[in-house]
Nanobody, 125 residues
Framework: VQLQASGGGLVQAGGSLRLSCVAS????????LGWFRQAPGKEREFVAA????????YYADSVKGRFTISRDNAKNTVYLQMESLKPEDTAVYYC???????????????????WGQGTQVTVSS
């Protein structure tokens, strides 16, 4: 399975961005999907997830109310709509996928088998 993330860029604080991630997964509808991010000098952290069998979405507290994860199974694409961006949201954002049935929100990087290459999001103050 290959994932290709895009949509990152430079935005001012308070602005918006939409990240996209196209996956070669088949059937895409039977994959759980997640977004993670990694800032310089920090560990990769969970942002949002949506599963194929127990639903979702699930969000990190730091982005709840500002970010929205969604999926379009017809386009094999998962999105991350980011609103009210803050400088602390600056990071490389990664999409991830896994095929196994989920029994809990997939909020750990070890929950996922497949990863995209990352897209840089920079929020200026």
């Amino acid at each position: 399975v290959q994932l290709q993330a895009s949509g990152g860029g430079l935005v001012q604080a308070g602005g918006s961005l939409r990240l996209s991630c196209v996956a070669s997964a088949n059937p895409f509808s039977r994959y759980s999907l997640g977004w993670f991010r990694q800032a310089p000098g920090k560990e990769r952290e969970f942002v949002a997830a949506i599963t194929w069998n127990i639903g979702g979405p699930y969000y990190a507290d730091s982005v709840k109310g500002r970010f929205t994860i969604s999926r379009d199974n017809a386009k094999n694409t998962v999105y991350l709509q980011m609103e009210s961006l803050k400088p602390e949201d600056t990071a490389v954002y990664y999409c991830a996928a896994q095929r196994r049935a989920a029994f809990k929100p997939l909020s750990y990087s070890t929950d996922y088998d497949y990863w995209g290459q990352g897209t840089q999001v920079t929020v200026s103050s």
